[in-house]
């Protein structure tokens, strides 16, 4: 499969534990984007890399989430101290031309 | 920032008919507009996109229009059929110091009964 993949596809966390997501993009794409879902909802923007560099931050994210994507190929979200409210589906996306192609997302259940 | 409004949140369509979901935007300098469809369960994947130098694109039975003047632009799926039944999004650039990213609309979800 040359899409863009996401583990793990599910996590179940208690409230205050650290989680971290995983998005392996296809692979020429250089633009990685992070979006979160919740239900009845569309994409929203958390943040997003040209190669390795971490372009833009969404104003709406807390200093509890950082990304990395360290070589300009996989990324990481990692979320500490989660809260009830982090649950949500967190997409990642990739582009080459403007297209972005999805992952399946990794959904986030906070206890 | 960007804002996308997009209408209706629902809709519900006889099979065969059409279906029209439209959105607005309020970025002038916004230049690529794509529309996602969204299966329950899966990924959003990409079915047409128009970019600001063109006012309508069409394939098959779906379509795409954007005015520019009014910052709208809609989706058409005529003929409908049974598996067009999903959510779909529309979205629009923003442009950035860095680069341009997409803002989506809260999505639509279409049913399309047999």
């Known amino acids: 499969d040359t899409g863009v993949s996401q583990d793990p596809r599910h996590k179940i966390t208690k409230r205050g534990q650290n989680v971290t997501f995983r998005c392996d993009p296809i692979?020429?794409?250089?633009?990685l984007y992070w979006y979160r879902q919740t239900l009845g909802q569309g994409p929203e923007f958390l943040t997003y890399?040209?190669?390795?560099?971490?372009?833009?931050k969404s104003r709406l994210l807390s200093d509890r989430f950082s990304a990395e994507r360290p070589k300009g190929s996989f990324s990481t979200l990692e979320i500490q101290r989660t809260e009830q409210g982090d649950s949500a589906m967190y997409l990642c996306?990739?582009?080459?031309?403007?297209?972005?192609?999805f992952g399946e997302g990794s959904r986030l259940t906070v206890l | 920032g960007e804002n996308v409004e997009q209408h209706p949140s629902t809709l519900s369509v006889q099979e065969g008919d059409s279906a029209v979901i439209k959105c607005t935007y309020s970025?002038?300098?916004?230049?690529?507009f794509p529309w996602y469809k969204q299966e329950l369960g899966k990924r959003p994947q990409l079915i047409i996109d128009?970019?600001?130098?063109?006012g309508e694109k069409k394939d098959q039975r779906i379509a795409v229009t954007l005015n520019k003047t009014a910052k709208h632009f809609s989706l058409h799926i005529t003929e409908t059929q049974p598996e067009d039944s999903a959510v779909y999004f529309c979205?629009?650039?923003?442009?950035?110091?860095?680069?341009?990213?997409?803002?989506f609309g809260a999505g639509t979800i279409l049913r399309v009964k047999s």
């Open positions: 996306a990739s582009s080459l031309m403007g297209e972005l192609f």
């Open positions: 692979s020429e794409h250089n633009r």
């Open positions: 890399f040209q190669n390795e560099a971490q372009l833009e």
């Open positions: 970025d002038s300098a916004s230049n690529y």
């Open positions: 128009i970019r600001s130098n063109v």
């Open positions: 979205a629009a650039s923003l442009k950035g110091v860095y680069g341009n990213k997409l803002v």
